[in-house]
């Protein structure tokens, strides 16, 4: 649904009592979504941390290191391209489902490429193989998200919500621990064979997943798949603030975790601490926060949840502050890290929900691809405003910032909760 079609919220009599939690749950549409969303998060890493570790494993400079880094801007940028995955599907699978069954045999092979690269001996083809896996899973993810869109309901959205970061960060997290893992014992050309064949059997799912029930006929021309869905986003009293809450309901969480790594070592958690314990404990937070968000919005609401979860957010960022006042203690770490990536993850459930309910399923996968983007914006865009409140007021004072920050983001939520309720109510 867009947001021009959501200016008059739909009558009562008109809305139909939607499923049950447990329906819900039980559909095979959510298995479907969740192991999707394990695909569409699978390479992420593998273009991160494990390239970032085979890199050095081969005597690449830091500062190389740094540059080749740059190889995932076309996760930002992808909706650039996302126009083409709306106007022109391909001849099997379905309109979105085609697309991602293409990406993922490309992503296998382009995995396996890496097999045969040496970046001791050169890094222009290693650089060329990452920015292809990281082009083809952004691909890949435009035809994820826009799937997801297409076949949820909108009492569906916050279960869609957690099945996504479940299976994405189950998956993302899987996929750089076995790299790491294979690459320790038997050498980075087995690992990316491994994982290259683990990248394919994801075609299985995508194969046996179910068709939306109503799908849409593509755009005729690219034009309209451009033209006519930024109109749809753009029209309408109080289209701009939606677009505010979309840039900003995040950014308090994306200013507190921008220096996290640092923050953890400049109070005493060492390396090894900080990848096996600290990091293991956001990961299962992130996963805990994802399932009880997703479980709540059905119950709440999408205004309830994004008040509710908001404020969460935000408030739990000042626990880092007792953190930063006492220094290395383990017991405050656990809470602080745990309670607060619950609560991250319940507002990130929060705001993709709210992204889908903003997009016309006839335009879902730019859409969706632009909207996204705006949201990482503060993630991409706060690295230099981070370091320089953390190296002038000290990590108290930045994670006070961190909640200040957050407070226009839950403030414009509630000034444009009409809009937000006539979005939750629509059916159609």
């Known amino acids: 649904m867009s947001v021009a079609r959501d200016t008059v919220a739909p009558r009562p009599s008109t809305v139909q009592k939607g499923p049950s939690l447990g329906q819900i749950l039980a ?41 080749m880094s740059y190889v995932a801007l076309p996760y930002l940028l992808k909706f650039l391209w996302a126009p083409f995955v709306d106007r022109f599907p391909l001849p099997f699978l379905g309109r979105r ?19 045969l690269q040496n970046p001791a001996v050169a890094l222009f083809p290693v650089a060329a193989c990452a ?3 990281v082009f083809f899973s952004a691909t890949q993810d435009i035809a994820f998200d826009a799937y997801r869109t297409d076949v949820s309901l909108p009492s569906e959205r916050g279960p869609a919500a957690a099945a996504t970061n479940l299976g994405y960060r189950t998956a993302a997290w899987f996929a750089s621990a076995v790299a790491l893992v294979i690459a320790d014992y038997f050498g980075w050309r087995l690992a990316f064979l491994i994982l290259a064949g683990v990248m394919l059997l994801f075609c299985i799912a995508t194969w046996l997943a179910p068709e939306p029930t109503d799908p849409q006929q593509a755009p005729r021309s690219l034009r309209e798949s451009v033209v006519t869905p ?26 507190a975790m921008k220096l996290f790594t640092p923050f953890m070592l400049d109070i005493g958690f060492s390396k090894t601490e900080l990848a096996v314990i600290v990091k293991g404990l956001f990961t299962g937070g992130a996963l805990a926060g994802s399932v009880l ?23 739990t ?29 319940m507002g990130n459930i929060a705001l993709v929900a709210l992204i889908m309910a903003l997009c016309d399923v006839r335009y879902s996968a730019f859409q969706y691809a632009l909207l996204s983007s705006i949201a990482l914006l503060p993630r991409y865009g706060l690295g230099y405003p981070a ?41 159609g």
């Open 27 to 67: 559909s095979p549409k959510m298995l479907a979504i969740m192991i999707l969303a394990a695909a569409s998060g699978y390479p992420n890493q593998l273009t991160e941390s494990a390239f970032q570790a085979w890199l050095k494993d081969s005597h690449v400079t830091n500062t190389q290191i740094g540059v």
């Open 293 to 315: 968000g997703g479980i709540l919005m059905v119950r709440l609401g999408l205004l309830r949840s994004m008040l509710i979860f908001g404020i969460s957010q935000a408030v």
């Open 387 to 427: 370091g320089w409140v953390a190296d002038h007021g000290g990590w108290y004072v930045y994670y006070v910032v961190s909640f200040v920050v957050a407070m226009p983001g839950l403030i414009i939520v509630w000034l444009t909760r009409r809009k937000i309720e006539a979005l939750d109510q629509q059916r």
């Open 230 to 255: 930024l109109k749809e986003l753009l029209a309408g009293p109080g289209t701009a603030a939606l677009l505010l809450v979309v840039l900003l309901f995040k950014i308090g969480d994306a200013f």
């Open 97 to 115: 489902r085609g697309w991602i069954l293409l990406t993922q045999i490309v992503l296998a092979a382009a995995i396996a490429l890496f097999a």
């Open 131 to 133: 920015v292809a896996i």
């Open 317 to 345: 960022n000042l626990l880092y502050c007792a953190l930063a006042a006492t220094g290395k203690s383990y017991p405050l770490m656990v809470a602080a890290v745990v309670i607060e990536h619950v609560a991250g993850a």
